[in-house]
Structures are given as structure tokens and as C-alpha cells.
């Protein structure tokens, strides 16, 4: 197929403006053609180039599309970091010795083992005061009681417990019920060594303790399990990402999944290094934006993997709308299209552009919707 028009060379060639997504090739149309004459299946393109006239035919049988009127939305495309929320470190309390401890990537959840103490289970429960006093029948009322009795009636113990801050027999019952469920002495008190408490669910990430050690320190640095992704953006960029919003996140392989920033830091950090002068290496100032996928399970167990995220910085409703493979570019930077009429007579057509959005570009100029634009073969 011959090209639409004649081609400038390297040095008169101006390159497109500066997008976030590639559309398909481009033909490029040289300023000042003179006649176009039509005949058979090809036009023939009479224009000067130094001084000279040359000739060239383009096809004019090329597939069309039409000219249409919807929403684009321009999305500026950022590299971020698949991995899971949170960052936790399970503390062993107490005397004693290490008897089981979980694996890396294990996951935890309430009434599950934490880790093992001389043979008897550390159940994880759920919450956000770690238990800091020994929990027994007629102790003062705390929100620690409450969250000891929130996990116990989630556990599914304790039928005439009184979710409230008070201790009661009801409480001392339940808490029996759950100690023989996990081996221990059926003392209806605990101690703040004898469970773990974390806000959800969590998975372990790498050990710190090893078998045998004393139940005291860190046992091992986990994660939450909700899939996060993490993207350190310039603050030249803060305009783009808003709480909230919706973004698409492009996995290895070209997967795409749907989510929303669920955080923006408002804290930047600088790369600067240590004793520059003030204000230097602000132009590589960055902060974090999280995101929250819509549907974890999408991702499958992908973990600590490269992602695109992209930002929708600016939307526009019920603009025009052609292919970005229809543009023909001049040498001056100037666009056109070719359209066809219904008798097939083409006719080049200049036009600006606007929002590019995959793989469609706003554009205004001497177009209708429903007229046709000349396309490149697939």
C-alpha cells in the first residue's frame, strides 16, 4: 500500500505531542499539495518538494471508520508495586519456649494459632488495644474487655454473653470454652501473653524466632491480607491522584483490573542526599498513593510484582472522536484526516487534537458525526 502522501524527510519530521498511550502508525502529509486527481483504486498526490514537483498515489481503497461523539477521559500512567496492606510485628509475651511456629506466606486468621508456647496454641484475635492486663471475672470495666468479648461472641462462644465492657461469669465461661479449644488450662482469665492481637487477618511474612527460643520478642513480621498497590509519584503530579477515585491497573502479562486510591500521602520524600544544600533534589520529591484492587482474587497470587497503575487526570463528555491510527501529520506539526464521501472521493481534512484516551483521540475540525476516515489495514 502506498502512503497517503509524501513523506518529509528525517530532519523536516515533527515528532507527535507527548501522550500516555500509543495509538497505530502514522502516515505523515507534506504541506502544499497541489491537485489530487482520482482514477481507478488510487489518487494521485501532485506537490513540490524543493522546488520540485513529485507525484505520488495513495490508496483509496483503505478501510474507513466513522466520526464519533462519546466521553474520553486523558489517563496518565505511573509505574507502582503489587503487594498486601499493613505491616505488622507478632510479639511473644510470657515465660516459656517456642514449640510451633507458621511458615512464610502462611495465612492467619481469628481462633487460628499465632504460634505454639510449651505445647499449648496462641490464638489470633482481632483488634486494635493489645491486651495489657490479666482479663478475669470482677476486674474493672475497659474497652480491653470488650474486645476480648467481641472476639469470643465471633468465635461463636459463650450463649449469655454480654458483649459490653464488663467481666462477668458469662465472659469467664467463654473464655474457658475457647482455652480448652486451644489446649491451655481452663482458667477463665487470660493473660496478655496468652493471645495475639492484630486488626485483622494477617500473613506471615519471615520469621524472626526460631523453635526452642524463649517466648519473649518478636516472633515474625507479617502483612494484612487485602491486596495493595503502592505507587511513589512526583509531586508535580499531585493533581492526578484523588481519594477515591477510579483507576485501572495494568498486570504482568497485560492483564487490566479495576481499583481506586485509597490513600495519598501527604508527606513527600526527597532522594536528596543528606547534607545538600535546602530545597535540593525537590525536583525528585515524591509521595505515596495506594490503591485498593475492586477484587483481590484478580491478581491471583501474584505478590511484589512491577504494575501499571493509570490516573484519570482529565475527562471530557460528548466530544468527537476518531481512531489515533486515522491522524496523518504534517512536517509543520499540523493533523489532518482523510475522510471519504459517499461517492469515494477523499478529501484531507485538518484537525486539532485534544484528549487521547487508548486508542481514540478528541478532535475538532470540519466533522460530523457518522462521517467516514480512512484507516490503515490491520
Given at each position: 500500500m502506498l502512503d497517503s502522501a509524501?513523506?518529509?524527510?528525517?530532519?523536516?519530521?515533527?515528532?507527535?505531542?507527548?501522550?500516555?498511550?500509543?495509538?497505530?502508525?502514522r502516515r505523515t502529509l507534506l504541506a502544499g499539495t497541489a491537485v489530487l486527481v482520482i482514477g481507478g483504486a488510487g489518487v494521485a498526490v501532485y506537490a513540490l518538494r524543493d522546488g520540485k514537483a513529485v507525484t505520488q498515489e495513495i490508496d483509496t481503497t483503505l478501510p474507513t471508520?466513522?466520526?464519533?461523539?462519546?466521553?474520553?477521559?486523558?489517563?496518565?500512567?505511573?509505574?507502582?508495586?503489587?503487594?498486601?496492606?499493613?505491616?505488622?510485628?507478632?510479639?511473644?509475651?510470657?515465660?516459656?519456649?517456642?514449640?510451633?511456629?507458621?511458615?512464610?506466606?502462611?495465612?492467619?486468621?481469628?481462633?487460628?494459632?499465632?504460634?505454639?508456647?510449651?505445647?499449648?496454641?496462641?490464638?489470633?484475635?482481632?483488634?486494635?488495644?493489645?491486651?495489657?492486663?490479666?482479663?478475669?471475672?470482677?476486674?474493672?470495666?475497659?474497652?480491653?474487655?470488650?474486645?476480648?468479648?467481641?472476639?469470643?461472641?465471633?468465635?461463636?462462644?459463650?450463649d449469655n454473653l454480654a458483649v459490653d465492657k464488663s467481666f462477668t461469669w458469662a465472659t469467664a465461661e467463654a473464655v474457658r470454652d475457647l482455652q480448652k479449644d486451644q489446649g491451655m488450662t481452663r482458667t477463665g482469665t487470660l493473660a496478655p501473653g496468652d493471645v495475639v492481637v492484630q486488626p485483622g487477618a494477617i500473613q506471615v511474612k519471615t520469621l524472626e524466632a526460631a523453635l526452642g527460643g524463649g517466648a519473649g520478642g518478636a516472633v515474625y513480621e507479617a502483612t494484612g491480607t487485602e491486596r495493595r498497590v503502592t505507587v511513589s509519584l512526583p509531586v508535580n503530579q499531585q493533581n492526578i491522584a484523588k481519594k477515591n477515585a477510579a483507576v485501572r491497573v495494568t498486570l504482568p502479562g497485560g492483564k487490566t483490573v479495576a481499583g481506586y486510591v485509597s490513600s495519598v500521602s501527604t508527606v513527600a520524600t526527597s532522594s536528596a542526599?543528606?547534607?545538600?544544600?535546602?530545597?535540593?533534589?525537590?525536583?525528585?520529591?515524591?509521595?505515596?498513593?495506594?490503591?485498593?484492587?475492586?477484587?483481590?482474587?484478580?491478581?491471583?497470587?501474584?505478590?511484589?510484582?512491577p504494575v501499571t497503575v493509570g490516573f484519570?487526570?482529565?475527562?471530557?463528555?460528548?466530544?468527537?472522536?476518531?481512531?489515533?491510527?486515522?491522524?496523518?501529520?504534517?512536517?509543520?506539526?499540523?493533523?489532518?484526516?482523510?475522510?471519504?464521501?459517499?461517492?469515494?472521493?477523499?478529501?484531507?481534512?485538518?484537525?486539532?487534537?485534544?484528549v487521547f484516551d487508548g486508542d481514540k483521540v478528541q478532535v475538532t475540525g470540519d466533522l460530523t458525526v457518522g462521517m467516514k476516515v480512512q484507516v490503515p489495514r490491520s
Open positions: 509524501i513523506a518529509p524527510s528525517a530532519s523536516e519530521e515533527s515528532p507527535p505531542p507527548q501522550r500516555r498511550r500509543r495509538g497505530g502508525g471508520v466513522a466520526v464519533t461523539r462519546g466521553d474520553l477521559a486523558s489517563t496518565t500512567e505511573a509505574d507502582g508495586t503489587l503487594g498486601y496492606a499493613g505491616s505488622y510485628t507478632v510479639l511473644a509475651g510470657g515465660d516459656g519456649r517456642i514449640t510451633w511456629l507458621p511458615q512464610a506466606g502462611d495465612v492467619i486468621r481469628r481462633g487460628h494459632q499465632a504460634y505454639g508456647v510449651d505445647g499449648h496454641r496462641v490464638p489470633l484475635l482481632y483488634g486494635t488495644m493489645p491486651f495489657w492486663r490479666e482479663l478475669q471475672e470482677g476486674m474493672s470495666d475497659g474497652y480491653d474487655v470488650l474486645e476480648l468479648e467481641r472476639n469470643l461472641a465471633a468465635l461463636g462462644y459463650g542526599k543528606s547534607g545538600s544544600q535546602t530545597g535540593a533534589g525537590t525536583e525528585n520529591a515524591t509521595f505515596e498513593v495506594t490503591v485498593t484492587l475492586d477484587k483481590s482474587a484478580d491478581v491471583g497470587s501474584l505478590t511484589g510484582a484519570t487526570s482529565n475527562e471530557l463528555k460528548n466530544v468527537l472522536t476518531v481512531p489515533v491510527n486515522a491522524l496523518l501529520a504534517s512536517s509543520e506539526g499540523e493533523y489532518s484526516v482523510n475522510v471519504v464521501d459517499s461517492a469515494g472521493k477523499v478529501r484531507s481534512v485538518p484537525v486539532k487534537l485534544g
